[in-house]
């Protein structure tokens, strides 16, 4: 019997805007309680069906500002509803239960979850987008998925960490 799997999902894109803007990098960290798997989409991977299947399995994903911002942009651009299609669980809501407020980056401090890349934020995700892109620089890539890799792997901590403060 196969157990079911919980995701933490991060995006980067290269803007705010849903409508204009598109995703460059969507994080899955699947976990199903044994093990876990970073999966990362890049650029021509992002699509509907890599994200389907990255999510095989999944009955929860959990996300920060994820209802506001990840799914939303994944719905316009994707054309997938996430939160009709699994449990969703928005932490930042979670944080805000236990007056923690803030971006993910401060509540992670007010937390003391580490993070390797120090001062690295969701504007250099896009700079580091555009250096690969535009200037081919592997190194601008592999910052932005360490990045995104920190944020999903940080999204389980922060769940974690939660489950003590309530």
Not at 69 to 97: E, K, P, Q, T, V
């Amino acid at each position: 019997m196969r157990r079911s799997a919980d995701a933490y999902l991060d995006i980067e894109t290269t803007g705010l805007s849903a409508f204009f803007d598109y995703i460059t990098v969507i994080g899955v960290l699947r976990c199903d309680g044994r093990s876990s798997e970073l999966i990362q989409l890049v650029g021509e991977q992002v699509t509907r069906g890599n994200l389907i299947t990255a999510l095989r399995g999944v009955k929860t994903i959990y996300t920060y500002n994820g209802t506001r911002f990840d799914l939303r942009f994944i719905a316009n651009s994707l054309g997938i509803d996430l939160a009709a299609a699994y449990y969703h669980c928005d932490l930042m809501y979670d944080c805000w239960r236990c007056n923690l407020y803030g971006g993910f980056k401060a509540v992670e401090r007010q937390l003391g979850i580490p993070r390797r890349l120090q001062g690295v934020n969701g504007y250099e995700a896009v700079q580091l987008w555009w250096s690969y892109m535009k200037g081919g620089s592997q190194r601008a890539l592999t910052r932005l998925l360490e990045y995104n890799r920190e944020d999903v792997v940080n999204l389980k901590a922060l769940r974690e960490r939660l489950n003590f403060v309530r």
